[in-house]
């Protein structure tokens, strides 16, 4: 051990007591010879005099080492001085000098000049990570710039670079200049922070334990937390019950200790009649798993594929196991149920991967001229990507879903390879639909944790979190998020959560203090938890659920997270199964027959008459052929809800048509300073809106007070918005920060663009299609 | 008979309030007014024995109309044309002439049924001189709003007519063109993005339909070729009141300019009356703002070295002590003597150290573009586009349109910062300063002063840059058949909408007061859009009296009975629109905290910085560059040849003064701009499409914004101070548990 002890840290880091030094991770040999690393003593505070210009000057710092409810357990590997890192990557290159630190957790900037978080402006501030924290999972692409040509940094470098661009999965990139750092600092932080992120790792190595381990002694913090876990057969029961599903269903105890499969949950719900001794016998594989249920009886299910077999031996014993299945589910009371195969005729992982890898890229900007050369070409570059159109084709195969349950009165079945990917999706985006329940926060998480998390999605591996394989870092529960999103978007009311809570769900898929999605399975999640080798530990690891909102967040920021125009269910129809009533009126508002013969305009069809090849024709053709009856089924379905006023407690589809699928603002544009509109945005009538509300708000208490002589809810207070009167559209993540310089719009491609064709000379068409 | 046409008029009426497309500008109250335009009954619709080809005279149109107004029921002229049973066609007439506006005649008509909307209407298709409308069955036409905005299609508003019969054949119905065929279908495209698709039913009644398309397209034709814009004045209220007040003032006369100057605080200016007689330019107002110094015979020569005549006026007097004028281009031919220059110079500066010359036209579209990028709009979002889904995003796109509203917000907001930052006069130029100058002039001053967001502020600014300054509207709006039509006010107004989504609280008008003034464009109705200058609209409306010098052959004075009330103009809202269609013109989401009143400090504002001594420069590609002298004519003769663009071209440079010339802070957070200044976003993904405007004909977009919530909310609010104001302790349980559920008066608004 070459370490020798260093003089206290300018910063405050170091502690009156003797500091111990640890070896720094084995796995980064080399630089834990160059770089010892220290720990920080989890619960204590650092010995900075509070309110001293150098504790002032140091805040950073501290939103570092927030040593006192911040990551414990953190450790130092490597860090570099006079790092410069830009604002803007623009021609003025202006910066702050700081100093550039990886843990074992993160990656972190602290800088010498932190006056400007002095302000209010960042009261909402995440309580873990900082404005200049990466942590370690957050980190998409490394790259270097050599001689101003830019490479992407991987394994061991031969030469170091002047400068150091950091790509994030939250979108945001970060330009670290080291032309200022001695030599020997850029080589430990540059091998460190590409090491520390990109070298594959082992799943003991997770930051989560260290964490856990170090804050083993902590009160549990899980005060008022009422989301389902789905950890134990009553939270099966209840959900059973609360759907009205228990008449069918059964939740069964097969797996308790993953004895039949570690894919599974250890309790989950078959249909009745089935017999358990079925399940293990291809470890619960083409067994139908119950999803949820309907108000009208019909339930959504869901099954992985079994296992594909060479031996025809097998594969006659495979038949006629699921026909024994499938004969059950038919059967009353099941009545017809439809198969719904999602790896053959849905999306393939693939397209979404790629899809997503392409649309990232219009966010991530190096270069603000690079952005504004491509700006202009912004939404050929967005259709491209082909995003948008995933979102589409996923709300649209959740409505074709809907439609099923709702109108046909037909139960769904599932069908993918792991039931682990799309199923999820799909079941989640339905309940989100049609299941009121499943848009209050509440709900929302339980059914997260229902679907997704005990569901088996593979987090560990689709977020990439192990650097084992980027072919299976596949974002589909951010497309998820992205899918509920739209239906934020289109029916604000409807939702108890906010957009910004979406963005935040989605940046906590890379803090490693969580762990809800850290791990493949409930079963990986339990064994790593020592919960088998209690004797050892004494107390089993004390994991954070994500759920827990107050480790992120201070409850003034909280506020945010919560839709202020929501309005709970009348309490009346408490007892009422939700959708019933809700779909009488609507049936009884259809337009009696008519609609069912009316030729329809064809969103969703296929040009088929091929001899119609004139453009004139094709337009009316469009206008008047009719299409085949299961997408006419569909489009009556959609058009005639869309036809209606909303009811917000009940079924709620989202419109898929191009134009109404957007991009998700807050989430991809926050971090572009040029994306800002001071004052602006939809910030601006929320503010209006919750100054509206707390006044009825008080209105009614005034009534209330009078006439029962109690005192009402307190007004909730919405400080944050109110603060200051001109927030920028990007509130909360607003960076205020918008440099002057105006780029020049390009205009030259307006004449580029494509030969006029004469639309004068359509005006002349006359056509007899016939004749062709 | 009884095939097609035994209309259910209770079943339709039932469902027609709750399931009619809120997309459609402004809903239509149902009200009980009986005034219908006509009510079928049974035996009205006997199927008149006529074969087509006797009924029609292309060529005369006057030989099948049935004119039914005034009061005196008269058969059609043509003898061989009526053969139509003589106690049907008196029985539908007087059920329709109280639906008529005086002066309308009913041309054709023919049962059919509305499609491509749910629910699909059983309803009249009716073509008058005036408009063409599909009436509903049982449907009532209020008379508060003559004109609705989801049945009747004002002729002008006709654009591209087709006829299907069966899935083969389409025929494209130009003016003069014969019909091949009996149609099935009719579909009449609107140019407000609207389509009327028509099914006509089987059953004896097909001659009624060819008849109803004929006239359609004939009236269209003559409708363009006549220009017969007289104006039919259309509600009951109009015609009643001659003697009304405007509702804006209309800066037709002297006190008008005055009074706008006075508020505006600009000191250095005053009226002139040099074009009182419209002898300097037709094109220009009577009255305009010029500097004190300047004598009214030099301001006459002087423009006359402008095109047009058009020569620098003050357009805005920024409180912070900037002026923003708007001028024509250089006229080139002329060689000015020296004092003509230097009185063109003092305009220019108008008492101003620094001057800023925007060249306006450059970094934005032609006419011609704009033109076209409307069009393949139009094609694009008629809901028979031919567009996949997933081709949208590029097709949109690859319509210009929206490329265009960014670079014309973006220049208005560079322009606002220039007028903003430091005490100067910034001049827009453009070649005829009619289109483009008053688009970037009324940008730029909603974008800086709070009071042209108000409502009558807007409306001010609109008559006052646009209408009084001579967009020459009938032109740019197809009106006159000429290659020079090009939508710049609707270009105009969707930056304003633009505006209005990303300052939702900023703005008191809302989006369906844009969409009320967007639809007001093709509505006949007062001269307000149907002329191009305001010596055409003044001596329309009589105004000029017996001093007009200008010579007008062929102009008699209008008649009493079809001239247009001389003071209505676009803005008497009242006229077209009812009272709960205007309230709607209230954005709920205004914010009167940001009011306009003490906005900024009239005096000497603290974030004005004074300019460098006697500066000139030139505003181009985003950048400044100085300028050796402002007029082109000194000694440069060569420049002369490129009229209004005779301004030197910069090279692009990175280096540009723009930054620190115009006192920008580095951070905005640093040093924030004065609180009345909106800086848009212009970056791809913040333009967006007006859907409500643009999709209007999609049955299937239509979107809840978060207005009606606000509104709904406001209700909320109005009711529960209402409540507690009348509050008496015996307030009933059942009322209160009523008025504590907020779902249904949310419910209710969306």
């Known amino acids: 051990m070459r370490a020798v002890p260093r003089p206290p840290l300018p910063w405050g880091w170091a502690e009156p007591q003797p500091p111990v030094l640890v070896a720094a991770a084995t796995a980064g040999a080399r630089v834990a010879a160059s770089a010892p690393a220290r720990r920080c003593f989890p619960g204590r505070r650092y010995a900075g005099e509070r309110g001293s210009r150098r504790w002032r000057r140091h805040q950073g710092a501290q939103a570092l080492l927030r040593v006192v409810r911040a990551p414990r357990g953190e450790q130092l590997l490597c860090e570099a001085s006079t790092v410069l890192k830009y604002v803007q990557e623009d021609s003025c290159q202006r910066g702050i000098y700081g100093k550039l630190v990886c843990t074992d957790f993160k990656i972190a900037f602290l800088g010498d000049d932190e006056s400007a978080l002095d302000n209010d402006e960042t009261q909402f501030k995440n309580k873990v990570i900082g404005e200049n924290d990466i942590t370690l999972h957050c980190v998409d692409q490394i790259y270097g710039v050599f001689d101003e040509k830019k490479k992407t940094l991987f394994g061991q470098l031969k030469k170091y670079p002047e400068k150091l661009i950091i790509h994030c999965k939250d979108l945001r990139v970060f330009h670290f200049c080291l032309r200022y750092t001695k030599e020997e600092e850029v080589k430990r932080i540059v091998s460190g922070i590409i090491h520390h992120t990109q070298a594959p790792k082992l799943l003991k190595r997770l930051f989560l334990f260290s964490y856990a381990a170090a804050a083993r002694n902590s009160t549990a913090t899980d005060p008022k937390n009422h989301t389902v876990m789905f950890e134990t057969l009553q939270d099966w029961c209840w959900e059973l019950e609360r759907t009205k599903g228990n008449m069918k269903y059964k939740a069964v105890r097969v797996n308790e200790g993953y004895r039949v499969s570690e894919r599974l949950p250890e309790y989950f719900v078959v249909p009745t009649p089935l017999p358990e001794e079925d399940v293990p016998r291809f470890q619960g594989h083409g067994i139908p798993m119950w999803c949820w249920s309907c108000h009208n009886g019909c339930a959504l299910l869901k099954m992985s594929a079994l296992p594909k077999e060479q031996d025809d031996a097998v594969l006659q014993v495979q038949k006629s196991f699921l026909d024994g299945v499938y004969k059950t589910i038919h059967r009353p009371p099941y009545e017809i149920v439809k198969t719904e195969d999602l790896s053959s005729s849905f999306l393939s992982l693939q397209d979404i991967q790629t899809a997503h890898s392409k649309f990232k890229q219009l966010f991530l900007i190096d270069n603000s001229t690079e952005f504004w050369d491509t700006d202009i070409k912004w939404f050929s570059l967005l259709e491209s990507s082909s995003w948008l159109d995933i979102i589409r084709r996923c709300l649209k195969k959740a409505i074709e879903i809907t439609e099923c349950l709702e109108a046909q009165n037909m139960n769904v079945l599932l069908l993918e390879e792991n039931a682990s990917d799309l199923c999820c999706l799909i079941s989640s985006l339905v309940q989100v639909m049609m299941d009121p329940h499943c848009r209050t926060r509440v709900g929302f998480q339980s059914l997260v944790q229902k679907e997704w998390i005990m569901g088996g999605h593979c987090f560990l591996d689709r977020c990439n979190h192990l650097r084992q394989s980027d072919k299976e870092e596949v974002p589909v529960f951010l497309l998820f998020l992205d899918c509920v999103w739209q239906l934020v978007h289109q029916h604000p009311p409807a939702f108890e959560f906010t957009e910004t809570y979406l963005t935040v769900l989605s940046d906590s898929l890379y803090i490693p203090i969580f762990s809800t999605f850290f791990f493949n399975s409930p079963h990986q999640k339990d064994t790593n938890m020592g919960r088998e080798s209690q004797d050892t530990q004494g107390k089993p690891l004390n994991l954070l659920t994500v759920w827990d909102w107050s480790v992120q967040f201070e409850p003034k920021a909280q506020t945010l997270l919560k839709n202020p125009l929501y309005v709970e269910k009348p309490k009346l129809d408490k007892g009422q199964r939700k959708g019933m009533r809700f779909k009488h009126q609507r049936q009884l508002s259809l337009p009696l027959t008519q609609s069912k013969s009316s030729p329809k305009r064809g969103f969703f069809r296929e040009e088929t008459d091929h001899l119609i090849k004139n453009l004139l024709g094709k337009r009316i053709s469009k206008l008047i052929n009719s299409s085949d009856e299961l997408q006419d089924n569909f489009r009556e379905f959609y058009d005639s809800w869309h036809s209606k006023p909303t009811d917000y407690h009940g079924l709620l589809l989202p419109h898929i048509e191009g134009p109404e699928i957007k991009v998700w603002a807050q989430r991809y544009l926050r971090w572009i300073p040029e994306a800002q509109i001071l004052g602006g945005g939809r910030v601006a009538t929320m503010s209006k809106l919750l100054e509206m509300m707390e006044e009825v708000q008080s209105l009614q208490e005034k009534i209330d007070e009078r006439h029962h002589g109690q005192v009402a809810l307190q007004a909730e207070a919405s400080s944050l918005l109110r603060a200051s009167a001109r927030l920028s559209s990007l509130f909360p993540f607003a960076l205020l920060q918008r440099h002057s310089s105006k780029p020049v719009l390009p205009t030259s491609g307006w004449k580029a663009l494509g030969d006029e064709e004469d639309l004068a000379r359509r005006e002349d068409e006359s056509v007899d299609v016939g004749d062709l | ?750």
């Open chain 2, 1 to 750: 008979m009884e095939l097609g046409l035994s209309f259910s008029v209770s079943s339709s009426l039932s469902h027609y309030p709750l399931t009619s497309p809120s997309l459609y500008s402004l809903p239509t109250p149902i009200l009980s007014s009986p005034q219908p335009l006509i009510s079928v009954s049974p035996e009205s619709l006997k199927p008149p024995k006529v074969a087509a080809e006797v009924i029609l005279d292309p060529r005369g149109g006057e030989a099948w109309g049935l004119t039914l107004y005034p009061s005196q029921l008269s058969g059609p002229k043509s003898v061989q044309g009526s053969r139509m049973p003589e106690r049907r066609s008196r029985q539908l007439g007087s059920c329709m002439s109280s639906g008529c506006l005086p002066g309308e005649q009913i041309l054709a008509w023919a049962p059919g049924m509305r499609k491509g909307l749910e629910p699909e209407l059983p309803g009249t298709l009716i073509c008058t001189n005036l408009r063409v409308t599909f009436q509903p069955c049982g449907w009532q036409r209020s008379q508060e709003t003559p004109l609705s905005s989801e049945y009747d299609f004002a002729l002008v508003n006709v654009g591209r007519v087709e006829a299907v019969s069966g899935l083969s054949r389409i025929q494209l119905l130009r003016p003069g063109s014969l019909l091949k065929f009996i149609p099935e279908e009719i579909l009449i495209h609107g140019r407000d993005f609207r389509l009327l698709r028509v099914g006509f039913e089987a059953g004896g009644l097909e001659p009624q339909a060819f008849q109803v398309t004929m006239a359609i397209v004939q009236a269209r034709a003559q409708s363009r070729q006549a220009q017969q814009y007289a104006g039919i004045t259309l509600s009951k209220a109009g015609q009643r009141s001659s003697s009304r007040k405007p509702p804006i003032p209309l800066l037709e006369i002297l006190e008008d300019w005055e009074t706008e100057r006075k508020k505006q605080g600009a000191k250095g200016w005053r009226v002139s009356t040099v074009n009182e007689r419209f002898d300097v330019a037709t094109s220009l107002p009577r009255y305009f703002w010029v500097p004190n110094r300047t004598l009214d015979n030099e301001i006459r020569r002087a423009f006359g070295h402008f095109h047009q005549g058009r020569g620098p006026r003050l357009s805005w007097h920024h409180p912070g002590g900037s002026d923003l004028l708007r001028c024509g281009g250089f006229y080139t031919a002329s060689d000015p003597n020296k004092e003509d220059i230097r009185t063109v110079e003092l305009m220019l500066q108008a008492g101003h150290s620094d001057v800023v010359l925007v060249d306006t036209m450059d970094e934005l579209p032609s006419l011609a573009d704009v033109q076209l990028a409307h069009l393949r709009l139009r094609d694009l979002c008629l809901p028979d586009s031919s567009v996949a889904e997933d081709k949208w995003l590029s097709a949109l796109e690859g319509t210009r349109w929206l490329d265009y509203v960014r670079s014309c917000l973006r220049k208005a907001s560079d322009i606002s910062v220039l007028v903003t930052s430091r005490v100067r006069s910034v001049v827009l130029q453009e070649r005829g300063d009619r289109d483009f100058n008053g688009l970037l002039s009324s940008l730029v001053q909603l974008l800086s002063a709070p009071e042209a967001r108000t409502l009558l502020g807007f409306q001010s600014l609109v008559q006052r840059e646009w209408v009084a300054a001579g967009h020459p509207f009938l032109t740019r709006l197809g009106g006159t058949g000429a290659s020079e039509e090009a939508p710049v006010f609707l270009l105009f107004l969707d930056c304003v909408w633009q505006l209005l989504q990303q300052f939702p609280a900023e703005f008191e008008f809302s989006e369906f007061f844009l969409l009320a003034l967007q639809d007001s464009v093709r509505v006949p109705d007062t001269l307000t859009f149907l002329r191009d200058t305001p010596w055409e609209r003044g001596k329309q409306s009589g105004q000029l009296n017996s001093y007009t010098q200008v010579y007008t052959p062929g102009y008699s004075q209008p008649s009493a009975g079809n001239s247009v009330n001389q003071k209505l103009s676009v803005w008497d809202w009242d006229l077209r629109y009812s009272n709960e269609q205007i309230l709607q013109f209230h954005n709920p989401g205004y914010d009167p905290e940001h009011c306009p009143g003490s906005w900024l400090p009239r005096q000497q504002p603290s974030f004005m910085v004074p300019g460098p001594p006697s500066s000139v420069w030139l505003f181009s590609r985003g950048a400044l560059t100085p300028l050796h002298q402002l007029c082109p004519w000194r000694d440069s003769p060569s420049l002369l040849a490129v009229s209004s663009r005779w301004l030197p071209r910069p090279a692009i440079s990175s280096e540009s003064l723009a930054d620190q010339e115009w006192g920008l802070p580095s951070h905005w957070g640093a040093c924030p701009l004065p609180p009345g200044l909106l800086l848009p976003g212009y970056l791809g993904p913040q333009i967006r499409l007006w859907r409500r405007c643009y999709l209007r004909g999609r049955p299937e977009v239509q979107m809840g914004l978060s207005a009606p919530t606000v509104s709904g909310l406001q209700d909320e609010l109005s009711h529960l101070q209402e409540l507690l104001r009348k509050w008496t302790p015996r307030i009933s349980p059942e009322d209160h548990s009523k008025k504590r559920d907020p779902n249904t008066i949310l419910s209710q608004s969306c």
